[in-house]
């Protein structure tokens, strides 16, 4: 990013980088942290909602397609992500398989983490932390 920008002769970069860590935040911080991504693409690039959708999917699908890549590799690894019992690998899957949702994303092209996904979701400690259920993140 930095080499491309200083090849466009840009004079200011500003990079945002968000850390795995930030998503041990509560519910309502991380989403104002994406309501404000959100709001920087829409108002400084201009971007509409389609916009948004498609920059958000271009790095969702880039995940997911080398997480899917990496389930493939295990054939015998299980309904979840590393064996027949959720992993914190899962733990953070599913989140972003609910921003691909919120994003508009098709999850067709991802059969084993829709099915890691189907998996988590029979669980109570998943259904219950699934973001429409929490006060903070309306």
Known sequence: VVEASARLGLEVLTLYAFSVENWKRPASEVDTLMRLLREYLRKELGANEDAVNAWCATWITAGFDA??????????????????????????????VESARRFK????????????????????????AAPGLQPDAA
């Not at 991802?110 to 669980?123: E, G």
């Open 105 to 128: 994303v098709d999850l067709g092209r991802w059969p084993l983490i829709c099915a890691v996904d189907a998996a988590c979701a029979k669980l109570d400690a998943f259904r219950l």
């Open 67 to 96: 997480y899917e890549a990496l389930l493939a590799a295990d054939p015998q690894r299980g309904e979840f992500s590393f064996g027949h019992t959720p992993t914190l690998a899962d733990v953070y899957l599913i989140p972003q």
